[in-house]
């Protein structure tokens, strides 16, 4: 990556919320404290389902992952993130950059399948009951978390060496608080038009996709419910389904905005506000949407709290 004049760029500089200028120090301990939150909850829901037996099920299964995925995810970005606040020259070398990109796009993309994977567990639960132990055995269960880190894999590297191949001259400002594809393929200076063409082929397979077979695989489960449950029943599918619902579309609907962008140059500061969203605030919701709501993760949790007391 050479600038006009041929010399070599060594850093990108991330502006990230820059222009709030004093504001950062709330925003520093805002996120902070939702990392942290994110690395307790989620290390719990770890722990927990690999302590007790009864927490075996395929179900449970696929939310160790996610906890893994999402603690993953935000250290990819997070750690950083806070050091940058704290730094006048949040300059980072173009092989750090390659790096985040990569372990961003990995994380990012494996859990987008295994949310669909766990929105297939639920439809088969209820749907195809009968079916289920068939359906979700032990192989199935591990073959969708290996095929979900398998495509995450695949396509980060694929996609980021695609775009750090491309010539880079002059500016080296990334408008954002990461290494973002969309931000730093806004400061190549040859043609793009490839690369934004497969930043929306990206989005298209592993956002809206995913998202639309998730919403069918419960548009299924409550025709199933409706027709079958009782009035008790109803409202505990109800309960559940809204529940995952809302996480889903928070993740799904705000990394949608932020890249189904009409051209990479389209990156500006008002869209960090949707990557901040599903990039940290939506993993710290995944203890309390998906497990510490659960009655039986709770029970776990009051019988080994009494037991060691």
């Not at 996610?66 to 006048?88: A, G, Q």
């Amino acid at each position: 990556m050479d600038d006009a004049n041929g010399t070599a760029v060594t850093e990108f500089i991330l502006l990230g919320f820059s222009y709030l200028g004093a504001y950062q120090s709330a925003l520093f301990w805002g996120v902070l404290l939702v990392y942290l939150v994110t690395l307790l909850g989620n290390s719990l829901i770890i722990t927990v389902t690999l302590l007790d037996s009864a927490l075996s099920t395929p179900m449970y299964f696929f939310l160790r992952h996610l906890s893994v995925i999402e603690i993953l995810y935000t250290t990819t970005i997070v750690p950083r993130m806070l050091t940058d606040f704290l730094c006048s020259h949040p300059a980072m070398s173009p092989a750090s950059c390659f790096t985040q990109m990569y372990f961003f796009a990995l994380f990012g993309i494996a859990e987008c399948c295994l949310l669909t994977a766990m929105a297939y567990d639920r439809y088969a639960a209820i749907c195809q009951l009968l079916h289920y132990a068939m359906l979700m055995n032990q192989q199935v269960c591990v073959g969708m978390v290996g095929a979900s880190y398998l495509m995450g894999i695949r396509t980060g590297t694929t996609n980021s060496i695609c775009i750090f191949t491309l010539p880079f001259h002059g500016t080296n400002l990334v408008h954002h608080f990461i290494c973002d594809n969309l931000a730093v393929l806004s400061l190549a200076s040859g043609d793009t038009f490839w690369g934004e063409i497969g930043n929306l082929v990206l989005t298209i397979l592993f956002s809206m996709i995913p998202f639309a077979l998730i919403l069918f695989s419960y548009v299924r489960i409550l025709i199933t419910i409706l027709g079958v449950a009782s009035a008790q029943g109803r409202q505990k599918v109800f309960s559940t389904c809204s529940s995952h619902l809302l996480v889903v579309t928070l993740f799904f609907g705000s990394a949608t905005i932020a890249y189904m962008q009409p051209g990479a140059s389209a990156t500006q500061d008002k869209d960090q506000t949707f990557s901040l969203f599903y990039t940290v605030v939506t993993p710290m919701l995944n203890p309390f949407i998906y497990t510490l709501r659960n009655k039986e993760v709770m029970g776990v949790l009051r019988r080994k709290v009494t037991k060691d007391l």
